[in-house]
């Protein structure tokens, strides 16, 4: 299997803290955010290739980091400089798959969340359900809901429909961007974008996928901590140190 890693966009709102560096290369704990990430993943056995797509104005700083890091991992430019000119999650990961030299399942992480729960049931429930598979998590706040992919799912944990950001949510279960895509599912990328799917949240993609292949949703075991702003990353930085 492959993990793919979504590290190009510009985490405009942690300015002046990512005005030059990376997001998911904060410091949290005493080592980057992608340690913890990838630390797990690789601590399974179950991932063999690594690649992260980066933007052009960050990719050496993701290069510098892989030379020091114990698994093979591969850094992507998609040559985009700017806010303004990002490619969008969904073309990121179009861009990396048309790159990959071997075609296989795919693991896709967002580069700047934390999870105080390891993502190797995940792994192991996408193979026995044998489809594409994302996970999912109750949220009280209907607020949140309108600003998420929100799942509607049966009683197998099948997804229906997924909505992004919608108006008014049909469910509390969210979407984090943590996805397993199957080889098959992962050649669909460019179909989706023929056929208008958006292309900036990685979400848009399972959204569009859901109308066309079996999808699963597992309930995540513990709690995903999503970095977006100056105040959320000193919350998770005081929540790691306890």
């Known amino acids: 299997m492959t993990c793919i890693v979504l590290a190009a966009g510009y985490a405009t709102r942690l300015y002046p803290l990512t005005e030059n560096f990376p997001k998911p290369l904060l410091d949290v704990g005493g080592k980057p955010i992608l340690d913890w990430l990838l630390g797990d993943v690789a601590a399974t056995g179950l991932v063999d290739e690594y690649y992260i797509i980066s933007n052009h104005k960050y990719a050496h700083h993701f290069t510098q980091w892989a030379q020091a890091v114990p698994y093979p991992i591969t850094v992507l ?7 303004e000119t990002r ?5 990121d990961l179009q861009f990396t798959w048309e790159r990959l030299e071997v075609k296989d399942d795919l693991l896709v992480l967002a580069g700047d969340n934390l999870l105080d729960f390891s993502l190797e049931a995940f ?3 996408a193979r026995e359900k044998k489809t594409s598979c994302v996970m999912r998590y109750y949220e009280h706040d209907i607020e949140r809901c309108k600003k998420s992919g929100v799942l509607t799912i049966d009683d197998s944990e099948r997804i229906l429909d997924m909505q992004e950001k919608p108006q008014a949510p049909a469910s509390h279960w969210l979407a984090p961007p943590f996805y397993f895509l199957t080889q098959a599912d ?18 848009s993609f399972i959204a569009w996928l859901c109308k066309n292949a079996p999808l699963h949703a597992m309930q995540m ?19 790691w140190c306890i």
Do not use: H, M
């Open 87 to 91: 490619l969008g999650a969904v073309k």
């Open 77 to 83: 430019d998609n040559g985009t400089i700017s806010n």
């Open 123 to 125: 792994i192991r429930y």
């Open 221 to 239: 075991p513990g709690r995903r901590y999503d970095i977006g702003d100056l105040k959320s990353y000193e919350e998770v930085k005081r929540k």
């Open 186 to 203: 992962a050649r669909r990328i460019g179909q989706a974008i023929a056929d208008g799917c958006a292309t900036d949240a990685p979400g």
